[in-house]
């Protein structure tokens, strides 16, 4: 004899939609939770000692004598002074240049030495000359004193006239200037115009 009750509520076939509900909502969620995850900083139990200080919405700018050198923007910054650095997340980086518009780089994470001012970018970095090239990569090391900025991962510029890929890179950030280190592999589709 069946149980009273049992099954009250639910439309004969009803059993089959409820778990593709219960699915769906699992798949979705564990979607959601993946494209968080991307640009997410480390847990303060993953990075290991607690920060002393913590700032959201943060904007640093140092300053030459000539004006604005560099500014950064982060969406969230903490201090870590066993580690002697500021961690960043979600990181803009603005370079002046003193003939142009300045260099952009956008990264999903970052931190800054506290001893040289020196700037790590990580994850998804992307630096944009708004007067010439592109360039993608996943770790950008800034060093504000030499005006240049590096990495040994792999690369890639984009021009409007043509691409190059390869390992490690040099960007001389006052200058218009890329050097890519080894494994180079260009794709030219028109002949580069000279600067203006």
């Not at 778990?19 to 995850?37: E, I, K, M, N, P």
């Amino acid at each position: 004899m069946a149980a009273r009750g049992a099954g009250r509520g639910l439309a004969p076939g009803g059993r089959p939609f409820l778990l593709a509900l219960v699915v769906a909502v699992a798949a979705g969620v564990g979607v959601a939770l993946l494209w968080q995850d991307r640009g997410r900083a480390p847990t303060v139990a993953e990075e290991g000692p607690e920060a002393d200080m913590e700032a959201w919405d943060v904007r640093l700018r140092q300053r030459s004598a000539d004006g604005d050198r560099w500014q950064l923007i982060a969406d969230h910054a903490a201090h870590f002074p066993e580690a002697g650095q500021t961690r960043l997340r979600t990181v803009h980086l603005e370079v002046s240049r003193p003939d142009g518009p300045p260099l952009t780089v956008r990264s999903r994470r970052g931190r800054v030495a506290d001893d040289s001012n020196q700037v790590t970018l990580e994850g998804n970095v992307r630096v944009a000359d708004p007067e010439g090239y592109r360039m993608t990569t996943e770790t950008l090391h800034y060093f504000p004193q030499e005006q240049r900025a590096s990495t040994e991962e792999p690369v890639q510029v984009t021009a409007d006239f043509g691409t190059a890929d390869g390992v490690g890179a040099t960007v001389w950030t006052d200058e218009r200037r890329v050097r890519i280190h080894e494994q180079v592999n260009t794709t030219f589709w028109k002949v580069p115009s000279e600067p203006g």
